[in-house]
């Protein structure tokens, strides 16, 4: 047994300091009250519970996104990838987004995936801004790399936030080349696309951390229960 925890040991990335990101609460257009919140290592297989049915779903490229989430947040559940972190939306306690990402070092980030669970009132956007607050405004970074898996995604980000094309840098993901939003874009578009009051309540921040999984994705294209 000691031999087998001195290779566990050996296997696992040594892991940098990286401070908390603090929660936030964002009033949607029909009154809701989206929480967004960091997650701890230990909440993650409840998560990969809320992201496993969309692995089959093709529609708007679901499929790969939920399939490299739940690979993704596995590894950080079992010590594999390097300082990574997972931020998750929920409303009323259920949650409707997931995004994660990682350090790869004192400089730059790396954001890996955003997935909506609940469509139409722009989650995904908001998780996205949220991912890049706390790179850039956190942690203290000057750069995230990005990639796009989907036209929507490119449309969202690289367009939108006019990001920068590092075509001869290649991002973890693979697929289309590494874009970049640095310090100076993001204080350029962050009052437009970056909103939410702090501090959250303690009621609020309770029900946010019961993270209800979702009973039903019906608002996602191509979505069958139990497929």
Same mark, same amino acid.
């Given at each position: 047994?000691?031999i087998?925890?001195?290779?566990?040991a050996?296997l696992?990335p040594?892991e940098?300091?990286?401070? +908390?990101?603090?929660?936030k609460y964002? %009033?949607?257009? +029909? *009154?809701?009250?989206?929480?967004?919140?960091?997650?701890e290592?230990?909440?993650? !297989?409840?998560?990969?519970q809320?992201? @496993?049915?969309?692995?089959t779903v093709a529609?708007? =490229?679901?499929?790969i996104?939920?399939s490299?989430?739940?690979? /993704?947040?596995?590894?950080?559940?079992?010590?594999r990838?390097?300082? #990574? &972190?997972?931020l998750v939306?929920?409303?009323?306690g259920?949650?409707?987004?997931?995004?994660? *990402?990682?350090m790869?070092?004192?400089?730059?980030?790396?954001?890996?995936?955003?997935? %909506?669970?609940r469509?139409?009132l722009r989650? *995904?956007?908001?998780l =996205?801004?949220?991912k890049m /607050?706390?790179?850039l405004?956190?942690?203290?970074q000057? #750069?995230?790399?990005?990639?796009?898996?989907?036209? +929507? *995604? =490119?449309k969202?980000?690289m367009? /939108?936030? /006019?990001?920068e094309?590092?075509?001869?840098q290649?991002? #973890?993901? $693979?697929?289309? !080349?590494?874009?970049v939003?640095?310090?100076?874009?993001w204080?350029?578009?962050?009052? %437009?696309?970056?909103?939410?009051?702090?501090?959250? @309540?303690?009621?609020?921040?309770?029900?946010?951390?019961k993270?209800?999984? !979702?009973? %039903? &994705?019906?608002?996602?294209? $191509?979505?069958?229960r +139990?497929?």
């Amino acid at each position: 047994m000691a031999i087998i925890e001195k290779m566990e040991a050996q296997l696992r990335p040594v892991e940098t300091p990286m401070v +908390n990101y603090p929660a936030k609460y964002i %009033t949607q257009v +029909n *009154g809701d009250k989206l929480v967004i919140h960091q997650v701890e290592r230990e909440d993650v !297989p409840h998560i990969l519970q809320a992201v @496993s049915p969309l692995m089959t779903v093709a529609k708007d =490229f679901y499929d790969i996104v939920a399939s490299r989430i739940y690979s /993704e947040l596995l590894g950080y559940y079992r010590y594999r990838v390097k300082d #990574e &972190y997972c931020l998750v939306g929920t409303i009323d306690g259920v949650i409707v987004g997931v995004v994660n *990402g990682r350090m790869i070092d004192e400089k730059a980030g790396m954001s890996y995936h955003t997935m %909506t669970l609940r469509q139409g009132l722009r989650i *995904g956007a908001q998780l =996205f801004a949220a991912k890049m /607050e706390y790179h850039l405004d956190y942690l203290g970074q000057d #750069e995230v790399w990005i990639v796009a898996e989907s036209p +929507n *995604g =490119f449309k969202r980000w690289m367009i /939108e936030y /006019e990001l920068e094309p590092r075509l001869e840098q290649w991002h #973890e993901l $693979g697929g289309v !080349p590494t874009y970049v939003l640095t310090k100076a874009l993001w204080e350029k578009h962050k009052a %437009t696309k970056c909103g939410g009051r702090r501090p959250v @309540s303690e009621v609020m921040l309770a029900t946010a951390k019961k993270m209800i999984l !979702p009973e %039903t &994705y019906s608002q996602i294209p $191509g979505y069958v229960r +139990n497929a």
